[in-house]
């Protein structure tokens, strides 16, 4: 390295006034030699994290690389023992064919309709208790926030069966009787692929949070005006967190989309099938043609890739917020 | 609703026409605003979480009414040994898996929060495994982990002359091979936890330590590891958690074989209850998940410092 200029070895004429600009100006360029060196240094170390993380992102990434290069492949390249990594020809009736075998455009769309119909009633439901939580006094609201704390504690999996149990034999629905005996209650229906997911404990206890942060100053001027506390609360109130609406909605949205046990256990028919139950009955259909199970799944992660390109900040904002708050 | 304000209302208005005061509206909003959502939460998780209890303690079968056991279902639980398989699963999922990508993420999210061009690019890759439904991942992984010589896995071992490898199909592979997929799906959520706390890191720590002359090293062993040390315990309790509700993966890897190498608690709590319809001994499995749970969510509360209030 030729960067290190010792300060000694410029001292001879030290002494003098000209010495002393002379010493100035040998300061001045060791000075900035020691920066150009620095930068250099710093350039390099950044250039191998750069690449370092190009690696890194590949590896993380290689798995859908893998599964969209599968999906275009022939099925004898499917099977031969040396397949090639690059598909030799790219077979984009794999799509086709797999939409022939099972009807991924009805599964998606039901997956949509859930999604939609849970990301508007966590939006409704939620914001309302969320705001009435953080901003009104009434009595039995510590009672209630207590309550939905608590119900965050409980995992769905704990739940499920007597959930279950409930759908089935919901009274008067699907050939019951006023005991939920003798039909099939909710299953297999609509009611129990949207009822049950309305509105989740951790949704009202994010938009308390940020309700919490808005200014009370507002609710309270609006209420001088004369305006209604609905008022208040859709047109003053519910626009001040529209960051905080985006990122429930994402996450409402992400969940209802990706959600697989409650579809499995209440609904048996095709026509109520969302995608990630069809793509699992799909795998023990197409046994194991990878190609088109490929395709499918590629079908079915693309509606997210896609949703979180566009709202990229929001999803990470709303991840993190939710978790560290 | 009004009732709660009522007493001191009618001390003063015996004559004349009760108007109801500024709180007494806004009370009576509040609870308007709040009902609905904790309605469908005390009917879909209150209620849910009492018949569980209740139960557990019963022989349900759906057809027949339940029959009171008292605590037989338990007593079985304790001596069955595939229930202890798949604790102890979601044991070792944690106790190997966790650590692991706590690390990686961690190192990640350092390198991320050093400013490099293509950032948004590096953080989107990282993070695509946790977006992506699980089913399709374990779609995916399935393929790659394909036995037959063109699973990606035996093809790039096969560069190196390895034999092919059963992997999912292997008993001692099986459960290896699923704590890798959860790695790599874990490890984008943890990233951007620890990338957002590094960002809330005082820089004025750093430029005091520059002037004391510590290295890098040395900063990040001082600086950046304790001020990090809450939200880690935050991401170990959460992703153990999380652990013990792993689902979707492996009913869709393995379906918790070969021979249970792979079964977890929620894969038993599916199985006893919608394949063998035993839901008595099933909701007593549901029963112990939730104690688990509720322990652990109870001490991530206490380390965390209480997630509110």
Request: charge should be positive; proline fraction near 5%.
């Amino acid at each position: 390295m030729t960067d290190t200029v010792l300060p000694g070895t410029l001292d001879a004429s030290a002494g003098t006034e000209q010495g002393a600009a002379e010493r100035k100006a040998a300061a001045r360029t060791a000075k900035q030699a020691n920066k150009r060196s620095a930068s250099k240094k710093r350039r390099i170390s950044r250039a191998a994290l750069t690449v370092l993380l190009i690696v890194v992102s590949f590896v993380m990434a290689l798995p859908f690389v893998w599964m969209f290069l599968t999906s275009v492949r022939s099925s004898p390249e499917i099977f031969s023992s040396d397949m090639p990594m690059w598909p030799a020809e790219w077979h984009w009736e794999n799509f086709t064919v797999a939409l022939e075998r099972a009807p991924f455009g009805i599964y998606a769309r039901n997956s949509f309709i859930i999604a939609v119909v849970h990301t508007i009633s966590n939006l409704v439901f939620g914001s309302m208790a969320g705001y009435a939580l953080a901003k009104i006094r009434f009595k039995g609201s510590s009672v209630i926030f207590g309550f939905i704390l608590a119900s965050m504690m409980i995992p769905f999996y704990a739940i499920v069966i007597p959930e279950f149990l409930m759908i089935r034999f919901v009274p008067f629905a699907g050939g019951n009787d006023l005991f939920g005996q003798g039909g099939t209650g909710w299953y297999d229906t609509w009611w129990a692929l949207l009822i049950p997911g309305l509105v989740s404990p951790f949704n009202i206890f994010l938009f308390r949070q940020f309700f919490i942060s808005t200014p009370t100053e507002l609710m309270e001027a609006a209420r001088i005006d004369g305006a209604s506390e609905a008022r208040t609360f859709v047109q003053i109130m519910a626009p001040l967190i529209r960051p905080g609406m985006l990122t429930v909605a994402l996450l409402a949205f992400e969940a209802g989309w990706n959600n697989f046990l409650w579809p499995l256990l209440v609904t048996s028919s095709t026509n109520l099938r969302t995608i990630q139950l069809g793509l699992s009955v799909f795998r023990q259909e197409a046994g194991t043609e990878f190609n088109l199970l490929m395709a499918g799944t590629t079908m079915a992660a693309v509606p997210m890739i896609v949703m979180f390109f566009f709202f990229q900040k929001q999803f990470v904002n709303g991840f993190v917020g939710s978790g560290l708050k | 609703m009004s009732t709660n304000t009522v007493d001191r209302q009618t001390l003063s208005t015996t004559r004349r026409r009760r108007v109801p005061t500024l709180t007494q509206r806004q009370g009576r909003w509040g609870l308007l605003f709040a009902a609905p959502a904790t309605v469908q939460i005390a009917l879909w998780t209150g209620l849910p979480v009492l018949v569980s209890i209740i139960l557990s303690f019963t022989n349900y079968d759906m057809l027949n009414p339940p029959e009171f056991l008292g605590f037989d279902n338990y007593v079985t639980l304790a001596n069955d040994p595939v229930f202890w398989k798949a604790l102890g699963n979601n044991f070792i999922m944690a106790i190997v898996g966790i650590p692991i990508s706590i690390l990686i993420s961690l190192a990640l999210a350092v390198m991320l929060n050093q400013g490099l061009r293509g950032n948004s690019i590096f953080r989107t890759a990282v993070f695509l495994p946790h977006v992506t439904a699980t089913v399709a991942i374990a779609m995916i992984w399935l393929w790659i982990y394909s036995p037959g010589g063109n699973g990606l896995f035996n093809i790039v071992l096969g560069f190196f002359g390895v034999p092919n490898q059963a992997f999912l199909a292997s008993p001692s592979q099986a459960l290896p091979s699923v704590i890798l997929v959860t790695i790599w799906q874990g490890i984008g959520l943890k990233m951007m936890i620890y990338l957002a706390s590094l960002q809330g890191i005082d820089q004025q720590l750093y430029e005091a330590a520059d002037i004391d002359g510590a290295s890098a090293v040395q900063k990040f062993f001082r600086i950046t590891i304790p001020m990090l040390k809450p939200v880690t315990f935050f991401i170990l309790v959460t992703s153990i958690v999380g652990n013990f509700q792993t689902f979707d993966l492996i009913y869709n890897l393995t379906n918790g074989g070969p021979a249970n190498s792979t079964t977890v608690i929620t894969y038993q709590i599916y199985q006893t209850a919608f394949q063998q319809f035993r839901m008595g001994l099933a909701t007593a499995q549901s029963v112990v998940l939730l104690i688990v749970l509720v322990v652990l969510t109870i001490f991530s509360r206490r380390i965390t410092g209480g997630k509110d209030d």
